[in-house]
């Protein structure tokens, strides 16, 4: 008793309402025993469902959310692969002495792009 009287009223307002539950529950016949636990698992394999069915779509999402971060990566990477080797090649072109305009028509760049190589 003394535990509970150092505790905080909310907290002792849950300690009393847990026992009266468990004292309604206790004084229950045996058909209302039975139709309450029926209920109760009841209630809980549907929020076991719910869960499971929540961490499922979590994970598909997921999934989905690095598929479409991989491809993207991807994308973005090759463009970048062949902007490097594209600018490689226009300068060693233009080392080469080759004119501004063959190099923008091979290596696909503007004529700003070349000149400031």
Do not use: W
Request: with cysteine; charged share 35%.
């Amino acid at each position: 008793m003394d535990i509970l009287q150092r505790m905080p009223f909310l907290a002792q307002d849950a300690v009393f309402k847990r026992l009266s539950e468990i004292a309604e529950v206790g004084s229950m016949t045996k058909e209302e025993r039975r139709q309450y636990d029926e209920s109760l698992k009841h209630y809980r394999d549907t929020i076991a469902v719910m869960q499971g069915q929540y961490l499922e779509g979590m994970e598909k999402g997921m999934e989905k959310g690095r598929a479409e971060g991989m491809e993207i990566g991807m994308e973005k990477g090759m463009e970048k692969g062949i902007a490097t080797a594209n600018h490689a090649n226009a300068r060693r072109m233009k080392a080469d002495s080759m004119s501004t305009e063959l190099i923008m028509k091979y290596c696909g760049l503007t004529r700003q792009e070349v000149e400031e190589l």
